[in-house]
């Protein structure tokens, strides 16, 4: 990544940054929220560009989408030297950067995430792809954008219900790295943080870690925390009318992968119940039913960090403190979703 700019002034400082950058076209991806909501703030800003916007969701993150994006990236006549802007969350970004990386084998994007989800996670460490066949992120690719580019302003578009999403990453950013950070963190009237200090700080664990390790082959599966179960509880209740959103679902994950890091590496019992009241202040909690657990052990079976058979967390030491490549057997994942139900709502 050449630049990662944080904004007081989008509208001034993204036709400031296109000015220092050579393109023959520019195109400006979107899905069906983020051009209502987000567009406006910049479309005047802009120079002369192709836009297109697919159906907002992680429902929508699959190659019948990105067969579309292809598409309109080919009649639009789109050649090798096209910019693509993904103005949006994680779903634009992942999947924008996804289609830009193998459209005529790469052209240069630069993501504006516009959601607190998407710039204090998915902004940094080049993660790229999309859902296939219920597996979240299943197909994909590791490639940088040109940039990133992070405002503030675009949080004002957020439904409460996005924003807390997207505080689940920043919480886990304390969790896994720093102990004063989390501690820092509201719990009661949450939503009057001071965004854009929390944004750089989470932005700056996340970059640090994906420094020293780009392709995840070690430090940066700690950035996996409570998603190993909460990816799974994601997906499984995506096509229900269950539908959590994804910072809801590692939230849970969070909880349960808690229980886990005090059962095998003994975390104390203090920072589990630290972990879960702070968690449950924020996001409430949900019954799992006993008759979904299998299905979602199942797809934990599909997490990336798994070595054959064998399923592999990313655990707690203690809380700013986190390992790797932690064997866990299924029925400890079992365990751990009971631990999460017993827990007063």
Not at 229 to 258: K, N, R, W
Request: charge should be negative.
């Amino acid at each position: 990544m050449d630049t990662l700019l944080f904004s007081s002034d989008i509208s001034l400082d993204l036709p400031r940054y296109l000015t220092t950058k050579k393109y023959s076209k520019l195109g400006v991806l979107m899905d069906s929220q983020t051009i209502n909501h987000c567009y406006p703030i910049v479309s005047a800003a802009l120079p002369e560009h192709a836009m297109h916007a697919f159906e907002a969701g992680e429902v929508h993150k699959n190659l019948d989408t990105c067969r579309d994006i292809w598409q309109w990236m080919t009649d639009a006549n789109f050649d090798r030297k096209t910019l693509i802007l993904n103005l949006g969350g994680g779903v634009t970004g992942d999947m924008g950067g996804f289609c830009a990386s193998t459209y005529k084998r790469g052209i240069r994007f630069v993501n504006i995430p516009t959601t607190l989800l998407s710039q204090v996670d998915a902004s940094v460490g080049g993660k790229l792809g999309i859902d296939f066949n219920g597996f979240k992120n299943h197909i994909g690719v590791f490639n940088q954008p040109e940039g990133v580019l992070i405002s503030d302003e675009f949080l004002q578009t957020l439904p409460e219900a996005e924003l807390r999403s997207g505080y689940a990453e920043v919480l886990k950013h304390g969790l896994i790295r720093n102990e004063n950070y989390f501690y820092s963190l509201k719990t009661e009237n949450w939503q009057t943080q001071h965004w854009k200090d929390i944004i750089a700080v989470s932005v700056g664990i996340k970059r640090e870690v994906v420094d020293k390790d780009p392709k995840e082959d070690g430090l940066r599966k700690i950035l996996n925390f409570g998603h190993t179960i909460g990816h799974a509880i994601e997906s499984h209740y995506l096509d229900t009318p269950y539908h959590l959103l994804h910072g809801e679902a590692i939230a849970i994950g969070m909880i349960t992968e808690a229980y886990l890091s005090h059962k095998f590496l003994r975390m104390p019992a203090a920072d589990l119940d630290t972990i879960q009241q702070k968690l449950l202040a924020v996001f409430g909690k949900i019954s799992i039913a006993d008759a979904d657990f299998n299905a979602i052990i199942k797809r934990c079976f599909q997490d990336k960090k798994n070595d054959g058979e064998a399923l592999n967390f990313s655990l707690l030491k203690r809380i700013g403190s986190c390992d790797f490549n932690i064997v866990v057997g299924k029925e400890a994942v079992i365990e751990a979703l009971e631990y999460y139900n017993s827990l007063a709502d």
